[in-house]
């Protein structure tokens, strides 16, 4: 495990966002589903009060540091991730190198229509993208076979899976087994971004590990859910030791 840090028992992979991507192209060669998610410190709270969601988690094949406080942590903890690996960030990345390939890419969540501006703008982006389907992450739960079905008879290699933390992961578990493409990462409110639906925090707040001040201003009703990040603190600070000798 020299090359994960053990946050809270979810062990999460050592690496910035061109590492990240490298492990993405060469996940394509292999035949089966390779999960990728990319939790915050709220997400890992989450999972340090829930056995089960953990252990979801840790049943990904990549699991980046998609935070400040993530980064943090790995630095108390003794083994430094040196910058955070935001999905958006390695979704970006992925679709520089995967361009003008064969490689087929599937974006799956947001609101009705989200999807399809994300891909309008995406291929504005990429123009040798090849975007095979969008559909939107409002269902029923009797309808995921038919979803299933939809990303498999795209033929996507490359899913995007944005209905949320824990939606995502959850909906990725179980359906893992049916799912024909080769990476599937659940990447949160990404597809808002790319559809410009929701704004990316300026550079500034990113680059200084502010961006949940951004978020903050933007959505005060956000507060609540914000009082996560010094329990996060707190948390690695008194308990964090215990996970990290594994
Ligand atoms: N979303 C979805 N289906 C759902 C719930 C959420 O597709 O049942 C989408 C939502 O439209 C948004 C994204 O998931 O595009 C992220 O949602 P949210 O902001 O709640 O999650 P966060 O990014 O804060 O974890």
Redesign the pocket.
């Known amino acids: 495990m020299k090359d994960k840090v053990n946050i809270l028992g979810v062990y999460v992979d050592m690496v910035n966002i061109p590492q990240a991507a490298d492990r993405i192209i060469r996940f394509f060669d292999e035949d089966r589903l390779h999960k990728v998610y990319t939790p915050n410190s709220e997400i890992i709270m989450a999972a340090y009060k829930d056995e089960s969601f953990k252990d979801l988690l840790n049943s990904a094949d990549l699991l980046t540091a998609d935070g400040i406080g993530v980064v943090y942590a790995s630095k108390i903890l003794g083994k430094p991730i040196n910058e955070r690996a935001a999905g958006f960030d390695i979704a970006c990345e992925v679709l520089d190198r995967i361009n003008g390939t064969s490689r087929k890419l599937f974006l799956f969540?947001?609101?009705p229509g989200?999807a399809e501006l994300a891909r309008d703008n995406l291929l504005k982006k990429y123009p040798a993208l090849n975007i095979v389907g969008c559909r939107?992450?409002?269902f029923k739960p009797e309808e995921e076979p038919e979803i299933v079905k939809e990303i498999n008879d795209s033929g996507a290699d490359l899913v995007f899976v944005?209905?949320?933390?824990p939606?995502q992961e959850q909906w990725l578990d179980r359906n893992s087994d049916a799912l024909k493409a080769r990476v599937a990462m659940g990447i949160?409110?990404s597809?808002?971004v790319f559809a410009g639906t929701a704004e990316r925090a300026p550079k500034f707040f990113c680059d200084h590990g502010i961006e949940w001040l951004y978020r903050l201003i933007k959505q005060p009703s956000r507060a609540g859910r914000m009082l996560a990040l010094p329990k996060f603190g707190l948390t690695v600070l008194f308990k964090g030791k215990k996970y990290s000798q594994d």
């Not at 944005?162 to 933390?165: E, P, R, V």
């Open positions: 969540g947001g609101k989200v939107n992450g409002y944005c209905l949320g933390a939606k949160g409110g597809l808002d």
